[in-house]
Structures are given as structure tokens and as C-alpha cells.
């Protein structure tokens, strides 16, 4: 297998292509081998799973990969019942939960919080979404899942839909196809929620993109289509969000017009984005891209071990 250097993971801009793809085949390899044979792999390994934003599948597919390894779980789903409700800082938060733990997973609302928290860990931190930042590891389950279901991700079309002005997991799905050959990514958003130009910049000459408002324009060329939720908890004003949180509203009606073996991913909670109609078809692959969040969760807890090299 392919070597990995991280110290954390703290930003998907961190991992190099060769990077990606170690994590993708430990995952394949986590995925086919059974719970008996992999138990003792964060064997005596404590893990801090600290969200100080809310949060389902990321939370508990983490607790889910440590306990499949054989590990333990210590940390909390709320951050009001920790310390911090008393003003600590989260420099010393961390310092001290990294002399209880091993690994730190840790979600927090404000951008760079991830960055910040590596910095004074002493032990490896993994970024389990900072604000409207990043979001490596469900980029690394993303990745997992187009490859799983295309065989590649070079040479991928795929269009970003919704909130790309505030979607964490569509900013640090952007610096991980500049990896890739060839991956065309079509940017479906209203003006007011646009993909930032910083991050349009820093791949453009990696990856080709077009930006449109409308559903339509490049529904026909896409493999894939990767949904995302208007973030209410991003907006400023909640006049704003009122106004635009039902701009796209995926159906059975408005995706007629697709490719042979065309996929909805979608990283989840589901708001009003995609109705229902649209859950048991073959088309829809959210829930399947969710249940890989163990796989490569496993894979990059195995990887990390609790070292910071
Ligand atoms: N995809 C994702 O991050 O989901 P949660 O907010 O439920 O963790």
C-alpha cells in the first residue's frame, strides 16, 4: 500500500493525489474485512470525539469506525455541556483532552478552528468540518463513492448544486479534484451563493469549470450530481435564507433528462433539496456515499494510530 504522511487531517489542500488514493484503497481493504479480523487495530487507543456543532453521520460513524478497531470513545455532542460553556478557550480545550486521548476528531463552527486545534495537539487532529471551511474526511467518503460506482474519478463530470457559497463539503471537494485528470465540475448556484472566487481560483488550472444558475443547462453531460443543502445556520440575515432556501428542488420531474447511469449524491441532512420521491431510486446514492463514512473513517483512524509523526 501506498504511504501517508499526514500529521492530521485537517484540510483535503493538505493530501497530494498519492495521499487520496492510499486512503481510498485502505478503505476498500477496511470495507471487505470483517469486524473480527480488524478489533484490535486501536487496540488500547482512546479517541475524543468532540462536537461543538451538531451533527449525525460524521459523530457517529467516527464512534462507530473507533469501536469496529477496537477502540474507545470519550467526548461530547454538545459543547454546552463542556467547559467551554464556562469560557474556555478552545487552545486549552484541546491541549488537555490530547493528554486523555490519542486522536482528536473534533467539529467546530468557526473557520480554522481545526488548524488552530492541530497546533496545540499533541496528538493527531481530525477536521470533522470548521464552519463553512472544509470537510476532508466527507470529501475522502465522496471520493470513495464516485470511485466505487464509476471505477475512477478522472475524466468525471459533475455538477455542485445548491449552497456553494457556505457548503464546507463542496469548498474542499474542489481541492481535491485539482488532483485529478480531466474532472469537468459544473457550479449550479443562485448569484448570491456562488462557489468564492478564492477557491475557483486556487484549482482553475486543475480542474475545468463552468458556472450556471439554472439546473438545465448541464443536466444532459452529468455523471454525477452532488446536491447540497441551503446552510440556514451560515446566513447573516434570516430574511435572506427565507428567501432563496427552496431555490432548487430535485424531483422525479426535473431530472428527466440525465445520462445512462447518472448518480444524486447528496452529503446529508436532507432538508427539502430532493424529495422523497427520489429516496428509493436508482439514482439515488446518498445513503450508500453515508454508510461509507466507516470504511474510510476506519481507514484513516488506522492510518493515523494515534502518532503524530
Ligand atoms: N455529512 C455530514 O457532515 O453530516 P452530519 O452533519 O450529520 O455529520
Redesign the pocket.
Known sequence: MVGFNLRDIVSISDFSRKDIEAVLAKAADMEKTPKSKKDTILKDKNVAVLFF?????????FETAVNNLGGSVIGFADAGVSSTKKGESLSHTIKVISGYADMIVM?HSVEGAARRAAEVSKKPVIN??DGANQ?PT?TLLDLYTIKKQFKKIDGINIGLLGDLKYGR?VHSLMYAFANFKNVKVYCIAPDSLKMPKNIIEDTAGNIEMKETSKLEEFLPELDVLYATRIQKERFVDEFEYEQIKNVFILGKDNLKNVKKGFRLMH???IVNEIKTELDGSEMALYFEQ?EN?IPVREALLAMLKGVKK
Open positions: 456543532e451538531p451533527s449525525t453521520r460524521t459523530r457517529l460513524s467539529r470533522g468540518g470537510h466527507q463539503t452529503p446529508l441532512p453515508a463514512g
